[in-house]
């Protein structure tokens, strides 16, 4: 029987076509989470991320808030000094996190990601209410009311729409996305 | 000087100022700004999070029917930009990604030859009009207002063909040729959170009363940005900031084209200057009337 990928060879394929160079030329220096605006939040550093994928321990970096936090700052891409592609690499073990539906409960980005696709692919474009359901009652019932103000003063100020816009030649947009495979959500 | 201009979704709702005061800007400076027709989203972050490929495929679509027009792409918003720049870039590169996403955009009659460029919306004043004649063109001075220049994120990196993305001074250039004082603004290139605001809430939080922080306590009147996540981030979470964090901002943060629009003597209803949580219209009028 052929042997198993190990979890660094899956990332590695994860990270899809990048000009950056392979984790495991990874110095360990840790210029990546000194550079991390959400490092503090973090339960594993980028740098302890890309260390603990070397070591084959997948459940931990599947399961750590660490991949949530990041918000595509590339502040770690332009910094490393071995031209590792950080912030692509977070993009792939998000993408192995959804596939596999392997992630820490109650996570909002998962579900967040999901919706934000389905509404695309339906309409052609982004529809912020339509994306409410997602995170409306993951942050209790304060949360509820700052979302909910929020929502009325912008819709006060015009600067929120009530029907979602969408795409003229629909049919032949989605029939683009149909063409490129593998389609990595369920429609 | 004609350019095929991609809105993104949140001119469309959310950040509609952006877009008016944009369009009023590039004309009033001799710029025309065409609309793409019936472009798609850019797949912001989240899509790449699901499929890189079709996100990828999304600004391809776009990138080809501005090709059909024969124009330059023109996005002002920072994550549109970064998406279709790199899009641009890799399908440029990469022959065998281009021919699969070439394959597939024969469905909609389209095909992306390379041809055009990618060009963030502060670009074309920068570049094409220049400093020297905004200077000229400037007649509502704003002397006296101190302005934080806020870059953000995906304007500056990743790194794809800009020259100073640790130290730019561009914004600044361009505050100072409208008359007001850009303030030292250490954190100008940190990042707002982006769309962590909902799905990490806290975390974003904490980077929005760091920003604002450091621009209240650097004097800053009002903090200006070039995209849209940034300025949603920054003015409508003050609220939010202050009670968590027990601070009292009340900072007005403007797009860079309603600061611009405004200085070269295009009436504040026309730039929408009114339609933020913390106006800063009673401001330009100070500063107006002082000059």
């Known amino acids: ?187 | 000087m004609k350019y095929s201009y991609f809105p993104g979704c949140s001119l469309e709702t959310v950040a509609r100022s952006y877009d008016v005061s944009a369009k009023m800007t590039a004309e009033k400076l001799g710029m025309e700004l065409i609309e793409l027709d019936d472009w798609n989203c850019c797949g912001a972050t989240a899509y790449f999070h699901i499929d890189e490929i079709l996100a990828l495929t999304l600004c391809a679509r776009n990138l080809a029917m501005a090709e059909k027009m024969g124009l330059d792409v023109v996005a002002p918003c920072s994550a549109c930009y970064k998406n279709m720049l790199e899009t641009n870039i890799r399908l440029k590169n990469d022959e065998e990604l281009r021919e699969h996403i070439n394959l597939a955009l024969k469905e909609d009659g389209l095909q992306f030859g390379g041809q055009g460029r990618v060009l963030h919306l502060v670009d074309i004043f920068l570049e094409d009009v220049g400093l020297e004649k905004i200077q000229q063109l400037v007649m509502n001075s704003l002397k006296g207002l101190r302005v934080a220049p806020y870059y953000g994120c995906q304007i500056l990196r990743p790194k794809m063909g800009r020259e100073n993305i640790e130290h730019p001074d561009f914004l600044e250039n361009l505050l100072s040729a409208c008359g007001a004082e850009a303030i030292d603004y250490p954190l100008k290139t940190q990042c707002c959170g982006g769309s962590l605001i909902i799905t990490k809430n806290s975390v974003a939080i904490k980077m929005v009363h760091n920003l604002l922080k450091c621009a209240t306590d650097k004097g800053a009147d009002l903090v200006v940005t070039t995209c849209p996540l940034c300025q949603i981030n920054l003015e409508c979470y003050q609220k939010q900031v202050n009670r968590i964090y027990g601070t009292r901002f009340s900072v007005p943060v403007f797009y860079f084209t309603q600061l611009l629009g405004f200085a070269l003597g295009i009436p504040k209803g026309d730039l929408l200057i009114g339609s933020e949580m913390n106006s800063p219209a009673p401001l330009l009028t100070r500063v107006v009337k002082e000059a």
């Open chain 1, 1 to 187: 029987m052929a042997e198993k990928p190990s979890f660094q060879k899956e990332v590695t394929n994860l990270m899809g076509v990048t000009d950056g160079n392979p984790i495991d030329i990874c110095i360990q220096c840790g210029t990546c989470s000194g550079s991390c605006p959400a490092v503090e939040y973090m339960d594993y550093s980028p740098r302890q991320i890309i260390a603990l994928i070397r070591a084959d321990l997948r459940d931990k970096v599947l399961f750590s808030d660490t991949i949530w936090c990041c918000s595509s700052c590339y502040y770690c891409t332009v910094r490393c000094p071995k031209n590792i592609k950080i912030t692509k690499m977070m993009y792939a073990l998000k993408r192995y996190c959804i596939w596999k539906h392997k992630h820490k409960s109650g996570a909002i980005g998962p579900d967040f990601s999901r919706k934000f696709v389905k509404i695309v692919v339906k309409t052609g474009k982004s529809y912020e209410p339509g994306l409410a359901p997602t995170f409306m009652f993951k942050y209790g019932i304060r949360g509820m009311i700052d979302n909910m103000s929020m929502g009325m003063r912008l819709f006060q100020k015009k600067r929120m729409a009530v029907i979602p816009k969408k795409v003229k030649r629909i049919s032949n947009f989605r029939r683009i996305l149909n063409r490129i495979i593998p389609v990595g959500v369920e429609q």
